[in-house]
C-alpha cells in the first residue's frame, strides 16, 4: 500500500487595510497604489473567484477592489473589500506677479491666492522652501493642495526685494533736540476730559535733558500768555 502523509495548511488571514482609499488623479493610480497587509496580497475586481489584477490596472473612481492573502498554496477564506476615490489635482493657485518686498522679507510674506500654498525654487522638482526662508530678489513657483492633492503645475512669480540704503536710518543719539508731540488747549471746556491745558515734550536723544528755566508760550491773534 501506498503510506501518504497529510498536512493541513491553516488559511492566512483576511488582509488588513483603510476599507476607504483615496488617491491623486496624477500620477494616474493603478492597482499598485492600493495599500492592504498581509501575506502575498492579491487584487480582484469580485468579492469570489476571477482572477488577479495586473499591478499596472488603472484604478477607477467609485470601484470597489479585494485584496486576498495567500500562503503555502492557500488563500484567505474572504477579501478584503476597498472602495476607491479618486480626486482630481487642483489648478496651480493664482498671484500676482512681479511681488516687491523690503530687506527681511521671507517666504511666508509672499502673496498667491489658493489653499496650501507651498513654495518651490523651481517649476517642477526644486527645493520646497520653509515659510522662514528669506526671500532675495529672484523667481519662486507656488502650488497649492486640494484633499490631498497637489497642482500638477506651478505658478511663477518674480519677486524683487529691496535693500536699505546706507545712511537713511536716524538713530536718537544723532538727534540734540525735544520734539513737542502733543498740545491740548481745551482743558477746562464743557464737556473736555481734561481740566488743564498742557503741551507733552518727547525726548528722542539718547541723554537726560533738564527743563529747569524752561516756559512755553502760547499766542492768538489778540493776545499772548505764558502756560
Not at 495599500?35 to 475586481?45: E, H, L, M, P, R
Amino acid at each position: 500500500r501506498l503510506d501518504v502523509t497529510v498536512t493541513i495548511e491553516t488559511n492566512p488571514s483576511v488582509p488588513s487595510g483603510d476599507a476607504a482609499q483615496s488617491f491623486c488623479s496624477s500620477p494616474a493610480p493603478t492597482v499598485a497604489s492600493l495599500v492592504a497587509t498581509g501575506s502575498g496580497v492579491q487584487w480582484f475586481a469580485a468579492a469570489t473567484g476571477g482572477s488577479a489584477l495586473a499591478s499596472s490596472t488603472a484604478l477607477v473612481t467609485g470601484t470597489h477592489y479585494y485584496a486576498e492573502a495567500s500562503s503555502g498554496g492557500c488563500v484567505s477564506d474572504s477579501r478584503l473589500d476597498v472602495t476607491v476615490t479618486i480626486n482630481t489635482n487642483p489648478a496651480a493657485p493664482t498671484l500676482t506677479t512681479p511681488q516687491t518686498y523690503c530687506a527681511g522679507a521671507t517666504v511666508g510674506d509672499l502673496q498667491a491666492t489658493g489653499t496650501g500654498i507651498k513654495w518651490y525654487t523651481a517649476s517642477s522638482a526644486g527645493t520646497l522652501l520653509t515659510s522662514g526662508t528669506a526671500l532675495t530678489s529672484g523667481s519662486y513657483y507656488a502650488s497649492q493642495t486640494v484633499n490631498g492633492c497637489e497642482s500638477s503645475s506651478r505658478m511663477f512669480l518674480s519677486v524683487s526685494v529691496k535693500s536699505f540704503s546706507a545712511g537713511t536710518m536716524v538713530t536718537t543719539s544723532s538727534l540734540s533736540h525735544l520734539v513737542i508731540s502733543q498740545v491740548y488747549g481745551g482743558g477746562g471746556n464743557t464737556g473736555a476730559p481734561y481740566t488743564n491745558d498742557f503741551i507733552e515734550i518727547f525726548n528722542p536723544t539718547s541723554s537726560t535733558v533738564s527743563l529747569s528755566g524752561w516756559s512755553d508760550r502760547k499766542s492768538t491773534r489778540l493776545n499772548s500768555s505764558h502756560l
